[in-house]
């Protein structure tokens, strides 16, 4: 994330993005006020530990096989180098996963 901004929810909230997905990409570090938004807007569909997902769908997409299911914005959180934390958006991901879909 050297010389990348952190993605905020106040940036989101002034920006002329239509929506989340349109302002931020899956790998984009975001601020914790977009993080504890997206948590505590609906309950999570999942939350595991250093992830979660918003509780309504996003969109649906088939899987590897055939399979149409839904997919959830999903957020995650690690550390950086110096032990602070690290909130992230990580795409529009099946449910228990983390691997963006769209």
């Known amino acids: 994330m050297i010389g990348m901004a952190i993605k905020t929810l106040k940036g989101w909230q ?8 349109e ?8 601020d914790r006020e ?6 505590n807007v609906l309950p999570p569909r999942t939350l595991e530990y250093g992830y979660f997902q918003v509780g309504e769908p996003h969109s649906h997409r088939q899987d590897k096989d055939g399979k149409v ?9 690690s550390e950086h ?3 602070s934390k690290k909130y992230l958006y ?4 099946f449910a228990g996963k983390w691997e963006n879909v769209l």
């Open 81 to 83: 180098e110096d032990g």
């Open 69 to 77: 299911k839904a997919t959830y914005p999903t957020f995650g959180e």
């Open 34 to 39: 977009a993080y504890d938004y997206f948590l």
């Open 14 to 21: 002034e920006s002329d993005a239509r929506d989340w997905g």
């Open 90 to 93: 990580l795409g529009n991901c």
């Open 23 to 30: 302002y931020c990409q899956p790998g984009d570090e975001i």
